[in-house]
């Protein structure tokens, strides 16, 4: 499984390099009203759209991750309550003890 994972990322990454190096055109970019127009740059256009679908999946690997945190708090509670509710055996009861002293002949 681990082959097929870092398979998949190479072929993600050879992908978006070959995206980036396809559409190396410079495109403007008006990145912040100011008062004497834009805060204005040429950025190549792969960049520009690598960077914006970082940034847009952020909030979903954000959410993610806050999912998993959560399931696992909610399991380890869980787990907890069990082990607490479960009560442990006895380690011997007196008539266990009697009965292994009267077999055991060397302390009778």
Do not use: C
Request: zero cysteines.
């Amino acid at each position: 499984m681990q082959i097929l994972r870092n398979a998949l990322w190479l072929l993600i990454a050879m992908l978006a390099t070959a995206f980036v190096a396809i559409n190396w055109h410079k495109a403007p970019l008006n990145l912040w009203p100011l008062e004497s127009g834009y805060l204005h740059v040429e950025w190549p256009v792969g960049i520009v759209a690598l960077v914006f679908y970082l940034l847009g999946a952020l909030p979903t690997a954000l959410l993610n991750k806050a999912r998993r945190w959560r399931l696992k708090r909610r399991i380890a509670m869980l787990e907890n309550n069990i082990q607490a509710l479960t009560p442990t055996p006895p380690l011997a009861t007196s008539t266990q003890l009697e009965a292994a002293k009267a077999a055991d002949p060397v302390h009778s």
